[in-house]
């Protein structure tokens, strides 16, 4: 356990669903991070989050919307997926903006029908 | 377009022997840069952090970094089966003021054979 948790671990969504995955974190760090893990592909940086300021926001489709209401919860709400964004979203926290270490929850494997 | 490069294997090594891992980055602002390990199925799970140029002790586990080279790498001594997962290669950079993000590898599926 790396202090940081995510649920759910697993989930399955119609294109029309609206679902949230939520991410907390106990390392009393004040950054933190949504990724993107599809196959093949290297981890993909969504957004970043500072002392609750979003502060990166890497060209993410609006269907994906951030919410970090304090320094220790971290949302994603979705709604009107695609097939393609089926993958494992990972969450991450670390102190200040990330050049320390980041550490990663367990990820929720996303499918998308 | 900021780029970390990694082989993507498989590198397939014995057991006991030493399991040497590369990886390139093209950003010369970076200043940070991490190892992890990830078991199939599972999350990264940070091994390593090196931020000055030599080597990094830790346990089995030895990290060098030459930023001259853009290069880093991992060497991991007396490989074990339980070692057999993909390492990915991450590197640090400013994002502008005092925020900074990670650029990850594809990763380099490492087979430690009994």
């Known amino acids: 356990e790396t202090g940081v948790t995510q649920t759910p671990r697993h989930l399955v969504m119609g294109m029309t669903n609206k679902k949230s995955l939520k991410c907390e974190q106990h390392?009393?760090?004040?950054?933190m991070y949504w990724y993107k893990q599809s196959a093949k592909k290297p981890l993909e940086l969504m957004f970043v989050?500072?002392?609750?300021?979003?502060?990166e926001n890497n060209s993410v489709p609006s269907r994906f919307s951030p919410e970090c209401p304090n320094s220790s919860h971290l949302f994603l709400h979705l709604h009107t997926l695609q097939p393609e964004d089926s993958a494992l979203y990972l969450c991450?926290?670390?102190?200040?903006?990330?050049?320390?270490?980041?550490?990663f929850g367990p990820g929720t494997r996303l499918t998308v029908t | 377009q900021k780029e970390v490069e990694q082989n993507s294997g498989p590198l397939s090594v014995p057991e006991g022997a030493i399991a040497s891992l590369n990886c390139t980055y093209s950003?010369?602002?970076?200043?940070?840069f991490f190892w992890y390990r990830q078991y199939s199925g599972k999350s990264p799970e940070l091994i390593m952090s090196?931020?000055?140029?030599g080597d990094k002790e830790d346990g089995r586990f030895t990290a060098q970094l030459n930023k001259a080279s853009q290069y880093v790498s991992l060497l991991i001594r007396d490989s074990q089966p339980s070692d057999s997962a993909t390492y990915l290669c991450?590197?640090?950079?400013?994002?502008?003021?005092?925020?900074?993000?990670?650029?990850f590898g594809k990763g380099t599926l490492l087979t430690v054979n009994p």
């Open positions: 989050y500072n002392f609750k300021e979003q502060t």
């Open positions: 390392l009393g760090h004040n950054a």
């Open positions: 950003d010369r602002g970076s200043q940070s």
């Open positions: 991450a926290s670390s102190q200040r903006g990330g050049e320390y270490e980041q550490y």
């Open positions: 090196i931020y000055s140029n």
């Open positions: 991450a590197s640090g950079e400013s994002s502008g003021g005092s925020n900074y993000k990670l650029t």
